[in-house]
């Protein structure tokens, strides 16, 4: 029952067997690196020892309440030149972080990363690194933080055969986005109490563009499909054209707002990827639409399992540093480099789009005259595409008035040449939304 | 990416490298065996080979299409003897299904089962010898059928400290309370129904009263907050006793009534556990109240984390057989015995108690006369118990009058002490139902 999936490392099985530990090396000491070092040091009993710890200006970094034997240093070299069993990196971004990373494991040492678009940009590279070396690379962390999706998806569903994942993969949106639901506030004042909170970055542009979720969306896709995508492949749309009024509607609609992260195979035999991180309508009653706040949400849909969901704190330093210390027992338990057991998952799709064949919905702010339906109904026409239903609440000047249209199910690339004909008409005050409806 | 967490037996990569494959003996072919062979046998080029199907009387259970090459029989030692490199045990019961597991350990092979009640019963055991055989065991599918509960909390929350397991762990008992509270059905209605569609055994105690769910909450309390702990220790209580007129009550409380497994720590470090299987009132919004049917649904405490959820199919033949063949996969990766890495894992709690500190529903039907409020309260005061609402709807008759107090937050043994003076008041028309009401 306590078992654990793999053996100990001969070095890890030495270190215990004498007493001794599995030597960890910390570079980057923010948030998640000093919830790491907290909890590391609290279980002094157990098989994991922290002896570096590493940042820029590192004086400024230290804290008390950590073992005096720890070395403190701003100079990475001291911490890939030592003799640590794991170098663990929390530095984000790709460089220098990937030279690092690729330093390490040529030293001879496992990594454990938390750094998602190292892992979406060099993911493949660096666990062949890893493994040419017969060590490990880890990276449990760089996705939806303290839940267990990557081990869940990639192990313990290894016998299904996944063709679908969705998921809210960014805490920052769903932030603001739940909170422009609930309070009736602006994407700028959501975005803006995001900042103040912490939650969002002064430039915010990587979360609310999508570009963040789309890096974890390639990672999961990698693990969960078994398909390797570029996340410049992956489309992306920014959740900062979603207005007030969007909410209102959506509700009318008995649906939430949220910047969903999707990628679905044709068939669950197919090789073409549909994929794309955007602001969508889901069902106010679906799982999906319950993640509060900062929380995340990642579903799997399989040909025999059906769907299974994953949920819980996707970022945070605590849940973020379950998620590499899980990472660092998997370590201490292995034998040293895995090998490639899914054959599959290094295949490139046969295509990749951003195109959904579902519902939409459209919101058009335009200035009232005459003839602005039949304008856009017969553009739609032209299209094959039909009007499942207009809404249009009262109360807005003529000058701007705000209605939605909701089509049935088309081919959203099919919409998107209809809407670049609608976009030329002139009566908009500004450019129509599209968003899609993504009903299960 | 494409990485597993521990290198390939010996025999795997010898099989492997030379073409040949970790060869698989099935002893019991029902639904479950049935899907596993379907899906084992769709992908000729994976790593892992059914040799034989053992079930007794197999010349009725053959079924067409699969290899000719697999051996069919009705002689468990056909497949023990022979020269597989896993058992998969999916018979079920203690005996004989525990005695062949033991054989095949001892006969230096790897088991895989299904078996909730062996591994609740022998589990610590069974590792134990399948370590020293230098062999695995895995039990992935014994809880929650398709969804990867145990390997995520095990592994993928290795660097937290879970206190508290809380699910949805009986899907028949999910089926039928879930029915009742949308047609109105009556228990008994509920469970005919839930028979016809073969939900439900003949004999459906070991669902309705809790014995399932409890071997499941057994093998949780072990992996998640390592403690070990007997079935018989832990409170299981029917769903038999709900009444359709429950579910009236408890839509006015915003609320749902499900089967709750429930194992707590009095902390996160502590070593007294709380555990129960019982029906309960849940808020409508929460999560748990959203699995419908036959669905599943494990959440996880940490300390650090926070709440962790996992949901999804927990039986069925298919998603019950992606979980078998993941434990599949995790053999033909592995190296052989795993160590025993988290020594907590085989402590025994202080004390175990079915008592939580919670609020509490109780219903009444009795033969109306003035003062049975006062009755009830007094002895609920002497007892230190605050009433919080009492819910009556119109329309019952005098001699069966149904209504509803709730009660403030107190110890559910306490409670029971009250109930029990409670009970021997004359006005009952039936025993007094009590459910807890958990909150969060």
């Known amino acids: 029952m306590a078992q654990s999936r793999s053996s100990t490392t001969k070095a890890a099985k030495k270190a215990r067997g004498a007493g001794k530990k599995l030597k960890i090396g910390l570079i980057g000491f923010g948030t998640v690196g000093r919830s790491v070092a907290k909890i590391l040091c609290q279980d002094a009993s157990g098989p994991l020892q922290l002896t570096h710890i590493c940042n820029r200006n590192i004086e400024k970094k230290k804290i008390a309440g950590l073992p005096a034997q720890i070395r403190w240093t701003s100079n990475p070299d001291d911490v890939l030149g030592s003799d640590v ?17 690729r330093k390490a494991l ?125 996340s410049e492949q992956i489309l992306a749309r920014t959740i900062s054209t979603i207005e007030s009024v969007d909410f209102v509607y959506a509700r009318d609609l008995d649906c939430a707002i949220r910047q969903i992260s999707l990628a679905q195979k044709d068939t669950p035999q197919g090789a073409r990827l549909s994929a794309a991180v955007q602001p969508a309508l889901i069902p106010s009653a679906s799982l999906m639409a319950h993640a509060q706040g900062s929380q995340n949400i990642v579903t799997v849909t399989g040909e025999f399992g059906g ?91 003529h000058s701007a008035l705000s209605f939605v249209m909701t089509l049935e199910p088309c081919d959203s690339a099919v919409l998107h040449r209809a809407l670049a004909e609608i976009s030329r008409l002139d009566f908009h005050v500004e450019p129509p939304l599209c968003l899609p409806i993504f009903l299960d």
């Open 85 to 101: 069993d794991v170098v663990l990196e929390l530095v984000g971004g790709l460089e220098p972080a990937g030279d690092w990373v």
């Open 106 to 230: 040529r030293a001879g040492k496992s990594v454990v990363t938390a750094n998602k678009l190292l892992i979406c940009e060099s993911g493949p590279e660096l666990v062949d690194l890893a493994r040419k070396m017969g060590k490990r690379i880890e990276f449990g962390a760089s996705v939806a933080g303290g839940i267990p999706a990557i081990i869940g998806i990639q192990e313990g569903l290894a016998g299904d055969r996944l063709y679908k994942i969705a998921g809210i993969l960014n805490g920052t949106c769903n932030y603001i986005l739940t909170k422009m639901e609930a309070t009736g506030a602006s994407f700028r004042e959501a975005l803006k109490e995001a900042q103040d909170l912490g939650y969002a970055e002064a430039d915010p542009s990587a979360d609310v563009d999508g570009i963040d979720a789309r890096a974890k969306l390639v990672i999961l896709t990698q693990a969960g499909l078994r398909l390797r995508v570029r």
């Open 307 to 397: 769907r299974v969901i994953f949920s819980g704190y996707g970022a945070g330093g605590d849940p973020t540093a379950v998620a590499v210390i899980s990472d660092l027992y998997a370590i201490a338990r292995s034998t040293g480099a895995p090998p490639e057991l899914f054959p599959g998952a290094g295949e490139t799709p046969e295509s990749v789009s951003g195109d959904f064949t579902v519902p939409h919905y459209l919101r058009f702010v335009v200035r009232d005259r005459p003839g602005i339906v039949a304008a856009l109904a017969t553009i739609l026409a032209k299209y094959q595409i039909s009007i499942d239903a207009l809404l249009q609440k009262p109360g807005f000047p």
